[in-house]
């Protein structure tokens, strides 16, 4: 079993729709949970980052984590076809770990004009 | 500034060639990372490093090589490639330990084996 499972879709919706992205975990140790969008051909670019549980709003994106359910959610409001990407979450131990990140193995999303 | 930049950025090799993928960051970032991106696979962390000088594996290191000579720079070195080590190589690099850094990509290597 991986540590970090996520659904790879591909996930097609129209203009304007609420996208729901998840990931489920394993390792209790994650404390620092992060999304990562990737356009195609390109290197992933940090789209959201949570510490522990909680929720995390920044524009039209939302983070969510619960920790006692080892689940991360990202939502896009008002979806827009510049959405359009693969969406990855990436997790991470405590400080001094080396802060190695692990992958979900990412969501393509694309959304329709 | 250029962040984090991958050399090349396509190659082709037959199966058993060697070859070396540079990674340069001009962030003064102390951890550096090379992944490797396969379809449905995510990213898998091939070898990392902590700091110039010292290199340490990761999920998938077998059949690759690695050296940090410089803090600037990491390299990859396939010493006899295989065609299952045709994948998109994406090298990152964060500076030390704090919460809420984020890992800088470079915009990757395709490398296909045949």
């Known amino acids: 079993q991986k540590e970090v499972e996520q659904d790879p879709g591909p996930l097609s919706v129209p203009e304007g729709a609420i996208v729901s992205l998840n990931c489920t975990y394993s390792n209790s140790a994650f404390q620092y949970f992060m999304w990562y969008r990737q356009y195609s051909r390109k290197g992933p670019e940090l789209l959201m980052y949570?510490?522990?549980?909680g929720n995390k709003e920044d524009g039209r994106f939302t983070a969510q984590v619960d920790k006692s359910s080892k689940y991360i959610s990202l939502f896009i409001r008002d979806s827009q076809p510049s959405d359009s990407a693969t969406y990855l979450c990436a997790m991470s131990g405590p400080s001094g770990s080396a802060r190695q990140l692990t992958f979900g193995s990412g969501t393509q999303l694309t959304v329709l004009p | 500034n250029a962040g984090v930049t991958q050399t090349p950025k396509f190659r082709v090799l037959k199966t058993g060639q060697s070859m070396t993928l540079l990674c340069a960051q001009d962030?003064?970032?102390?951890?550096m990372y090379w992944y490797r991106q396969d379809p449905g696979m995510g990213l898998r962390l091939i070898h990392y490093?902590?700091?110039?000088?010292?290199?340490a594996k990761g999920e998938v290191p077998d059949g690759y090589n690695v050296s940090r000579l410089k803090k600037q720079n990491f390299l990859l070195g396939l010493e006899s490639a295989a065609p299952s080590q045709t994948s998109v190589y994406f090298c990152?690099?964060?500076?030390?330990?704090?919460?809420?850094?984020?890992?800088?990509f470079g915009q990757g290597t395709r490398l296909t084996v045949v």
């Open positions: 949570t510490y522990s549980s």
């Open positions: 990152a690099s964060r500076p030390l330990d704090n919460p809420g850094t984020e890992a800088f």
């Open positions: 962030m003064n970032h102390e951890y």
């Open positions: 490093s902590v700091g110039e000088g010292t290199t």
